[in-house]
């Protein structure tokens, strides 16, 4: 199933604490799977950037695929992700390619939006005898 999730305004002018649980945004939770945000203005020292959370509620593994599209009032662009969670995993940041600074040009992201998300349950591999001959 694909989903799409409406813009989110992004605050710029009041500055974010980013210490604890509080800081994160929910944009949505789809088929047992909550995705989060924290806005970093001048994350580069120059651009603002933005990090996603995405959170397995599941008791089961799942393959993950979505676009995030980062609006300025001069333009837009996006990027593509997809990957794969163990049941119950959370992952974030730049090493799960969850962290992008979408404008290098100084432009100030003013919303944020997903789009084309997908949620698909890993089903466990069946389970196969290991005979070296016929098995009965």
Known sequence: MIGWVAILMVQTTVA?????????????????????????????????????MLQNQN?????????????????????DVEGTM??????????????????DDERSLGAIRMRKYRITRIDAP????NCDSVCT
């Open 16 to 52: 974010q604490e980013f210490p604890g649980d509080h800081a994160w945004k929910e944009l949505v939770v789809y088929e047992g799977v909550r995705f989060l945000y924290v806005f970093y203005p001048k994350a580069d020292a120059i651009n603002d950037g933005v990090v996603m």
């Open 86 to 103: 163990k049941p119950l995993e959370i992952k974030t940041g730049d090493v799960e390619g969850l962290f992008w600074v979408p404008f």
């Open 59 to 79: 008791d089961y593994p799942i393959e993950y695929r979505f676009t995030i599209v980062f609006e300025s009032p001069e333009g837009m662009t996006s990027a």
């Open 126 to 129: 069946s389970q196969s005898s």
